[in-house]
Each structure stands twice: as structure tokens, then as C-alpha cells.
């Protein structure tokens, strides 16, 4: 496929020279339109397709796709597109909101460690504990309500947080569970553009929310806490994919080829049947053909 190539183009797994403003959010590589990348495209949604079903077979690997952005970046838009010829059997997906009170009674890590993907499953986080080092780190005011002892929040949680996330990713590719990580790139002109036809649009107005509007105020500080964010937790086993979100149908083609360039990398394939097996299977087989 030609899109194989873009399963390392926007690539992060080191903080060397990592700058965010170096990532244009309009760019589309050599791809002219939506309409160009639209067969390339099917042709990684029934490639995953294809691999998901090995994946469920085999049931030795796990797949978590983390997906970040800013509001209106499009992630629901891109795995709901991505992931259209995937079996809902095998794959997972989870919206984490605001921490509800349970949650808050448990450290940052834990209410996401709970809808994990098994073996043989991909799972999705539509946000993820990225939003403690983010959201929480432009909205300081929001620690004193996660019950942290005072102590605990000093200048360095930042630094704690990001090795406590490259601990717990390295953990989980040493117990087969391959994370793969988006940063949704969307431009503020573009993000503008959005919010504008969700207010004009009647069938898009559910999507609005006042505070958009307000977190869009603090634009600066949440691409420098992205920046920070990636630079800190990228890594070899868990790399961080910067993808340009103004051009949507583009978004969705560098994230399908970055799941379809993971998935044949784990060398998958379907469980061999032992030569005991085979016996029984051929045994039922001549039942079945002997009865009418």
C-alpha cells in the first residue's frame, strides 16, 4: 500500500530536537484530495480488518490506540472511520470524561488500567490518563479537588507523572500489550472553523459546549503542555504519532496506516492445529458426511 510510508513520517519516540511547532497541521504529504486517499484508505480498513481477525485467533497480543487532541481536532471522527471494518467482537472503546468520585478516591492510573484490552482485543482511549498532565497541568486549581496530599505537589509531579506513564507503557509492552499513541494536530484557525459550523449548523449543535470556547482561551498553554507531554513519554515501545488534523480524510489515513503498519509487525498469524486436533476434526467430518 502506499500509505506505508506514512506509518513513520509522523513519528515520535524520542524527545531529541522535538519541537511541535515543527509539524505543520495542514499538511498532506504528496496526497492532493479526499478523494485521492479515499481507495487507499478502504484498502487499510479491510487490511486491519484482515489482521484484527488474526489478532482475536492467535490471542497473544494486545492493541491500545491512545488518541489526544484539542477540542473539535476530529478523534471520534477518525476512529469512528478507521475502525469501521473492524469485528466489534475484538475491539473496545472508551471515552473518559471528567473523574467521577470513585475515581478520584484511586491514583491517575487507575481508572484507566481497568478497561485495558485482553489479549487478542484492540482497545481505544478517546483521551486517557494523558488528561493528568495535561487538562490538569493548564488548570492547576483542579488538583485540590483529586484529593493528592499537598505534599505530593510540588514543582517535580510533572517530572513524577511522566516517569510514572513511561514505567507503566514500559510494563505493558513487556506483557504484550502494544501501545500506539495520537496527538490529533489541528490548527487554532482550523479549530475556529469548527466550532463555527457545529453554532451554524443544526444537525452538528450537540456537539458545542460553552466550555470550548473557554478552553480555546488557554490555546498557548495546552500546546506547550502537549509538547512537554510528548517529548517526556515518547518512546521506542510506545511512540507518540503527531498527525495533522486540519484535513480530515488525511488524519484518518496516516492513523489507519500507522494500526495497519503495528499489526504486521507482531508477526501474526492463525493458531496451527496439532496433528490430535486434526484426527478429531476429520473423524467429525466423516460423521457429518455419513448422516443425513
Known amino acids: ?28 504529504a504528496n496526497w492532493r484530495s479526499k ?11 479491510q487490511r486491519m480488518a484482515e489482521l484484527q481477525d488474526m489478532l482475536y485467533a492467535q490471542d497473544r497480543w494486545a492493541l491500545l490506540l491512545i488518541f489526544q487532541a484539542m477540542d ?20 473496545q472503546v472508551y471515552s473518559f470524561k471528567a473523574p467521577s468520585e470513585v475515581e478520584l478516591q484511586h491514583d491517575f492510573l487507575w481508572r484507566t488500567t481497568r478497561d ?6 484492540i482497545g481505544i482511549f478517546n483521551r486517557s490518563y494523558y488528561e493528568e498532565v495535561l487538562v490538569v497541568r493548564v488548570h492547576p486549581e ?3 479537588n483529586e484529593k493528592t496530599p499537598k505534599s505530593l505537589c510540588g514543582k517535580e509531579m510533572w517530572e513524577e507523572r511522566f516517569e510514572d506513564i513511561r514505567c507503566f507503557e514500559r510494563h505493558m509492552a513487556r506483557g504484550g500489550t502494544v501501545i500506539r499513541k495520537f496527538f490529533l494536530h489541528v490548527s487554532k484557525k ?6 463555527l459550523e457545529r453554532l451554524e449548523e443544526p444537525e452538528k ?19 506547550k503542555a502537549y509538547e512537554e507531554m510528548i517529548a517526556n513519554t515518547a518512546s521506542e515501545h510506545s511512540p507518540w504519532y503527531v498527525v495533522p488534523a486540519d484535513n480530515k480524510w488525511f488524519t484518518r489515513l496516516v492513523v489507519s496506516a500507522v494500526v495497519v503498519a503495528t499489526l504486521e509487525s507482531l508477526d501474526l498469524a492463525y493458531p496451527k492445529v496439532e496433528d490430535a486436533k486434526r484426527r478429531e476434526l476429520e473423524a467429525a467430518k466423516k460423521v457429518l458426511l455419513a448422516k443425513k
Open 1 to 28: 500500500m502506499k500509505t506505508r510510508k506514512l506509518a513513520h513520517a509522523f513519528r515520535i519516540e524520542s524527545e531529541k530536537h522535538f519541537r511541535l511547532k515543527d509539524f505543520d497541521p495542514a499538511h498532506t
Open 35 to 45: 478523494e485521492h486517499a479515499e481507495d487507499e484508505l478502504q484498502q487499510s480498513i
Open 72 to 91: 473539535a481536532a476530529g478523534k471520534d471522527g477518525a476512529i469512528k472511520h478507521v475502525m469501521s471494518g473492524v469485528n466489534p467482537q475484538g475491539c
Open 116 to 121: 485495558l484490552p485482553e489479549r487478542g482485543h
Open 142 to 144: 483542579i488538583l485540590a
Open 190 to 195: 482550523e479549530q475556529k472553523k469548527r466550532f
Open 205 to 223: 449543535n450537540w456537539k458545542f459546549s460553552a466550555s470550548d470556547i473557554h478552553e480555546r482561551k488557554h490555546w498557548d498553554d495546552y500546546q
